[in-house]
């Protein structure tokens, strides 16, 4: 046996499995830039596995190494997004502000960050009615962490007595996504902003704990 080999700590690995892995990773990352900007210049149809290798300066070949089909990096860019919100999200210090306040900061938090990729946004509204059963759930995982923070929120609003112990905090959570999402369409096809959108959902958040406030 190699005197090298035969000296290995039990827990040894070898660098270049590490480089490999990190070298997988960061092709994935780069294939996730790439499609994240053409789904949102071209949307999804129109966004070829061809174009997306090309964009990230790698071959086809490597967007299937990581990825199963586009249905599956589409799913994939959007799960990322998922994430970086939820991220971003929980930086932002909502622990003083009322409910209905700090559902507001965080959600204007979403619009933003989705204001100049209305074509993402479009797409994967469409797309959503396309995944299969095993897509779907795997993208509820990833929306998974955003609701349970706007959950905390309402969850919280209860604790303090703004709105009634017997609201269904996952059914509010739920509507309130619903109603976040509806109204891209007036951004994709009535050129409303981020500010225009905030002040509709305001309206939505109202309608939607009014029956909730504890009798006076």
Same mark, same amino acid.
């Given at each position: 046996?190699?005197?090298?080999?035969?000296?290995?700590?039990?827990?040894? *690995?070898? %660098?270049?499995?590490?480089?490999?892995?990190?070298?997988?990773?960061?092709?994935?990352?780069?294939? %996730?830039?790439?499609?994240?900007?053409?789904?949102?210049?071209?949307?999804?149809?129109?966004?070829?596995?061809?174009?997306?290798?090309?964009?990230?300066?790698?071959?086809?070949?490597?967007?299937?190494?990581?990825?199963?089909?586009?249905?599956?990096?589409?799913?994939? *860019?959007?799960?990322?997004?998922?994430?970086?919100?939820?991220?971003?999200?929980?930086?932002?210090?909502?622990?003083?502000?009322?409910?209905?306040?700090?559902?507001?900061?965080?959600?204007?938090?979403?619009?933003?960050?989705?204001?100049?990729?209305?074509?993402?946004?479009?797409?994967?509204?469409?797309?959503?009615?396309?995944?299969?059963?095993?897509?779907?759930?795997?993208?509820?995982?990833?929306?998974?962490?955003?609701?349970?923070?706007?959950?905390?929120?309402?969850?919280?609003?209860?604790?303090?007595?703004?709105?009634?112990?017997?609201?269904?905090?996952?059914?509010?959570?739920?509507?309130?996504?619903?109603?976040?999402?509806?109204?891209?369409?007036?951004?994709?096809?009535?050129?409303?902003?981020?500010?225009?959108?905030?002040?509709?959902?305001?309206?939505?958040?109202? *309608?939607?704990?009014?029956?909730?406030?504890?009798?006076?």
């Amino acid at each position: 046996m190699n005197r090298e080999i035969a000296h290995r700590p039990h827990n040894f *690995v070898e %660098l270049p499995t590490t480089r490999r892995a990190l070298s997988k990773q960061r092709t994935r990352e780069r294939l %996730l830039d790439a499609a994240r900007r053409l789904f949102t210049e071209r949307g999804y149809e129109a966004a070829t596995v061809r174009d997306i290798a090309a964009a990230a300066d790698l071959s086809t070949g490597a967007v299937f190494a990581s990825f199963t089909d586009k249905a599956d990096l589409f799913n994939a *860019v959007l799960i990322a997004d998922h994430q970086a919100l939820a991220e971003r999200m929980a930086t932002l210090d909502v622990s003083d502000l009322s409910t209905r306040e700090a559902l507001l900061r965080l959600m204007g938090l979403a619009y933003e960050r989705h204001s100049d990729q209305l074509g993402l946004v479009q797409a994967a509204i469409s797309f959503s009615w396309q995944r299969d059963l095993a897509a779907e759930t795997r993208n509820r995982q990833g929306l998974k962490v955003v609701l349970s923070l706007l959950a905390g929120v309402i969850g919280r609003g209860v604790e303090r007595g703004e709105l009634s112990a017997e609201l269904d905090i996952k059914l509010i959570t739920d509507m309130l996504w619903d109603a976040y999402l509806s109204n891209y369409r007036r951004a994709i096809f009535d050129a409303w902003d981020s500010v225009a959108l905030l002040g509709r959902l305001a309206q939505q958040i109202d *309608v939607l704990l009014a029956a909730h406030r504890p009798a006076a």
